[in-house]
């Protein structure tokens, strides 16, 4: 538990807890709470004060718009994806501290999943007394490859720090492995085996809308989907990238230089954020200017690589995902 005087102090342990792989389908249609999943693969929201942004996915495409129901108002759903398998949400306008009752529907109001509790942070002036985070990085990896934990032995740590109730999550980056030209990583995007699992992508095509979009979301899809599945449905998420979230390790030698991100980097990278996990909701004390803000093609104000977590007057949390922004390049 987060006091005031002791955020500072929390602020450097960060990195504490490790987590890494699973698979894309591998997940149960009911949790181990009794919440019945229905057709829902995975859920991951973000809140702010006064909004709720949630991305989703489903085992099944939808052939028609979904709604999320938000303390009854219905939000329509956004498709993310080609063939309506990932769908986003975005409900404004909200009140501050307050809990909502949730649920998905189809387009004639059958629900897809059991109704679900997601409360909104503190007005901005508002003084609560405490902040429970849940705090960790390196969550990615897939079972298929077997290089990292196995998913159920990452579900379990997940499991565990849910326990403790967090008000939010800060998962810090590499929620994903898959590098296709570094070599120190030794993440082995570029293998045989993953060619088997995925298939090979096309760097001088579109990463959405082309067959690309099949190979990222069998790249992606199990490191992300078995392992949050529902699990953070009531839990805030706040989302980093990091290197390998852009398919390569930070790495630069006489042969190749990483960062900055070429096209099919900076693609792949927003591809898998705009699918998976929620971006930054706008903040009073954010310019909307900031690189990677206020893009065409993502909902309105949202940041892709600059959050806050502002939790009231008691905590500003700022997150930078520098690799976007950065250059390997010189002595």
């Known amino acids: 538990m987060i006091q005031r005087r002791d955020l500072l102090t929390g602020a450097a342990a960060t990195g504490a807890l490790s987590l890494l792989p699973l698979d894309l389908h591998g997940t149960s249609r009911a949790a181990d709470d009794g919440w019945n999943a229905g057709l ?9 004060h006064d909004r709720i942004l949630l991305k989703a996915s489903f085992h099944e495409p939808l052939k028609e718009i979904p709604f999320l129901h938000v303390g009854g108002r219905p939000i329509v759903g956004e498709r993310t994806d080609r063939e309506g398998f990932f769908w986003q949400f975005d409900a404004a306008g909200l009140d501050p501290s307050r809990p909502y009752a949730l649920v998905l529907t189809d387009a004639r109001g059958r629900p897809l999943c059991d109704e679900w509790p997601l409360a909104t942070f503190p007005a901005t002036d508002d003084q609560p007394k405490q902040l ?23 579900v379990r740590l997940l499991r565990r720090g ?52 099949a190979v990222l979301k069998k790249a992606v899809g199990p490191q992300i989907v078995p392992l949050y599945a529902a699990l ?57 200017g900031l690189a990677s803000a206020s893009a065409a093609d993502r909902p309105a104000r949202v940041s892709e690589s600059y959050g806050t977590l502002r939790y009231g007057r008691l905590a500003e949390v700022l997150m930078y995902d520098c690799r976007r922004h950065l250059t390997m390049h010189g002595p």
Not at 132 to 154: E, M, N, Q, W, Y
Not at 165 to 190: C, E, F, K, M
């Open 40 to 48: 829902v693969a995975h859920l991951l929201p973000t809140v702010s």
């Open 132 to 154: 429970r985070l849940l705090i960790f990085t390196c969550a990615g990896g897939h079972d298929g490859l077997g290089k990292h934990l196995p998913v159920s032995t990452r």
């Open 162 to 213: 849910l326990s403790f109730r967090p008000d939010a999550i800060i998962a810090n980056g590499d929620h994903v492995y898959w590098d296709l030209r570094t070599r120190r990583g030794n993440q082995s995007g570029s293998s045989a085996e993953a060619a088997v699992i995925a298939g090979r992508f096309d760097r001088t095509a579109p990463v959405l809308g082309s067959p690309n979009e």
């Open 232 to 288: 953070c449905r009531s839990t805030p998420v706040f989302f980093m990238q990091d290197d390998h979230d852009y398919f390569e390790n930070d790495e630069a030698d006489d042969r190749f230089i990483s960062f900055p991100p070429d096209a099919f980097m900076m693609a792949a990278g927003r591809a898998s954020q705009h699918l998976y996990y929620p971006e930054f909701l706008p903040d009073p004390m954010r310019p909307l």
